[in-house]
């Protein structure tokens, strides 16, 4: 089987440029300059059809870049997205608007990724309406069965978005997505901002979905303990780059990578109550000037002088492990 979705070497700078002021003392002399932050460092990810692959990092760590790039919100600096195999930067016509329709993003905040002028039928029916999936006549009755099968009363379509809860307003922003027919979903911390209570229900939908629609998830989380119960595979991310990819139930028996297993053992188990707490050490550094070698060196427990001044290679296992560290043959 090969992969729905392929990123190959995905990278992203975000330059700022120096104003008038800044060029000026920088004629001048003063060690003034452009500042680039690396928020994706070449970055190989693949997404089989039908898979749940759980994408987790620290704030910061580029992972929502990434997630924006595979949806095609985001132009990358460098590497190619492929949907089935092809180039969609290189696609025209109706391929390239079939493959725009096939990606979608649904967003951590529910309340800004929604117009508060338009009413929920205008949300959820405008890209179906203008792509030709349905017709005005059939309409309604298309926003009606897209309203229900994420849970809401097709009675509110005529209501505005801040006339909802925040876990309403998220299922809005699902029944959106799926309007367009797509394939792929990118969530991006899609349950990050509601309530404990909310979270586990919107993740049940999801779950749900995916079988009604036989859909494909990149599912972005800061949380461990959340994407354990939704993903099939698991991607740490640290400073804009792949330090581990591993099926879920492997990686939570035996993480390798020094940064996985600092996140798992921050993660809270009925079983381990009288643990004592350790936060991972140092604080995580500034893209604006990531350290040489490998990234996370300065906070790891196990560096080596190695690890200071070569970046290790992502190596790809045979048993589907994947992991960028020196203490790994062949990192």
């Known amino acids: 089987m090969s992969p729905l979705i392929e990123a190959k070497g995905l990278s992203r700078r975000f330059v700022k440029r120096l104003d008038l002021a800044g060029k000026i003392a920088a004629r001048l002399g003063a060690d003034i300059h452009e500042e680039v932050v690396h928020a994706v460092d070449t970055v190989d990810l693949s997404v089989m059809p039908g898979e749940v692959v759980g994408l987790v990092g620290e704030s910061g760590c580029g992972k929502s870049t990434l997630g924006r790039m595979i949806a095609g919100i985001l132009p990358p600096t460098e590497g190619t997205v492929l949907l089935d195999g092809q180039d969609i930067a290189k696609l025209s016509g109706p391929e390239r608007r079939d ?100 979270q586990a229900q919107v993740l049940n939908l999801f779950m749900d979905l995916r079988e009604e629609f036989n859909l494909t998830y990149l599912f972005i989380s800061h949380d461990l303990s959340v994407v354990e119960h939704i993903a099939d595979r698991i991607v740490i991310m640290y400073l804009g780059r792949v330090v581990e990819s591993a099926p879920t139930e492997a990686l939570f028996a035996d993480p390798q990578h020094p940064y996985t297993q600092a996140l798992l053992a921050e993660v809270p188990r009925l079983d381990q109550r009288n643990r004592a707490f350790t936060p991972i050490s140092g604080e995580i550094p500034s893209p604006l000037s990531p350290p040489p070698g490998c990234h996370f060196h300065p906070r ?29 043959p062949g990192g």
């Open 300 to 328: 790891c427990p196990h560096v080596l002088d190695s690890c200071k001044t070569t970046a290790p290679n992502l190596v790809q296992r045979q048993d589907g492990w994947d992991i960028r560290c020196h203490l790994h």
């Open 99 to 198: 493959a725009a329709l096939a990606i979608q993003m649904i967003f951590q905040d529910p309340f800004a990724s929604l117009n508060p002028r338009m009413r929920v039928e205008q949300i959820v029916g405008e890209a179906p309406l203008v792509h030709g999936l349905t017709d005005r006549a059939g309409l309604s009755d298309y926003v009606d069965d897209i309203m229900t099968k994420v849970g809401l009363d097709p009675s509110m379509k005529r209501r505005y978005p801040h006339q909802f809860s925040g876990g309403q307003r998220q299922r809005i922003g699902i029944a959106r997505a799926l309007a367009v027919r797509p394939r792929f979903l990118v969530c991006d911390e899609a349950i990050a901002a509601l309530d404990v209570s909310i």
